[in-house]
Nanobody, 123 residues
């Protein structure tokens, strides 16, 4: 299984929290940069957060800074996205991506994508 596998989505009320998990194979985890993206109906896929699995450097979209935290577990080849103070505008399908193929972390040029996990935030 080379593709990442996401889990942890669900429905919460505004102000609530969710923790998404991304299980990666050893191969994809070692490709160094892993990221979370999201896509709402009728909108383009956008980068949410990314992390270098080697050095641990992290990146965030401005819209989630201070609310979301990306982290990793090298022993388990896992990447997590802790989402706090969720807002209705965070509603989207969330995807885990691995193995950046050039460009900035928030670009969609990744070689491996999961199938996504749905996050729905009600007001």
């Amino acid at each position: 299984q080379v593709q990442p596998v996401e889990s942890g989505g669900g429905s919460v009320q505004a102000g609530g929290s969710l923790r998404l998990s991304c299980a990666a194979s050893g191969y994809t985890y070692r490709r160094n940069l892993m990221a979370w993206f999201r896509q709402a109906p009728g909108k383009e896929r956008e980068g949410v957060a990314a992390i270098y699995t080697g050095g641990g450097e992290t990146y965030y979209a401005d819209s989630v800074k201070g609310r979301f935290t990306i982290s990793k577990d090298n022993a388990k080849n896992m990447v997590y996205l802790q989402m706090n103070n969720l807002k209705p505008e965070d509603t989207a399908m969330y995807y885990c991506a691995a193995d950046k193929n050039g460009g900035q972390w928030y670009g969609v040029l990744y070689n491996y994508w999961g199938r996504g996990t749905q996050v729905t935030v009600s007001s």
